[in-house]
């Protein structure tokens, strides 16, 4: 079975892939942007390895969320499901450096 790290994992899309991904009998780490979101994700998502807090809309967050996940070993998949900027005042537009792709990130699974 894999080894998953899902960020956003508290609650939506996140928390359903951890949980049907647990049932499937996949070793899954969560991830919520406070100690609260993590907790929550722990009881919500029963069998999970653990949860990693950091909040990803900042860089030393990003940052940390890493260095935490990477000192956990090696994962097979990264699904990323944390959304942020929601509740931004501004809008983000598409740029020659950031095209619409890049509002999207997926890892692939490592060999």
Not at 5 to 15: A, E, H, K, M, V
Not at 37 to 59: K, Y
Not at 79 to 99: C, D, L, V
């Amino acid at each position: 079975m894999a080894r998953v790290f899902i960020t956003g994992s508290s609650d939506g899309l996140g928390l359903m892939a951890a949980k049907l991904l647990i049932e499937q009998g996949h070793e899954v780490v969560l991830h919520g942007r406070n100690e609260g979101r993590s907790r929550d994700a722990l009881l919500a998502a029963v069998g999970a390895q653990g949860a990693v807090t950091g909040d990803l809309s900042t860089i030393a967050g990003a940052t940390t969320v890493a260095s935490e996940v990477n000192k956990l070993g090696r994962f097979n998949a990264v699904i990323h499901s944390a959304g942020i900027g929601y509740r931004e005042t501004r809008r983000w537009r598409p740029s020659p450096e950031f095209p619409a792709s890049s509002r999207s990130m997926c890892s692939r699974p490592t060999s």
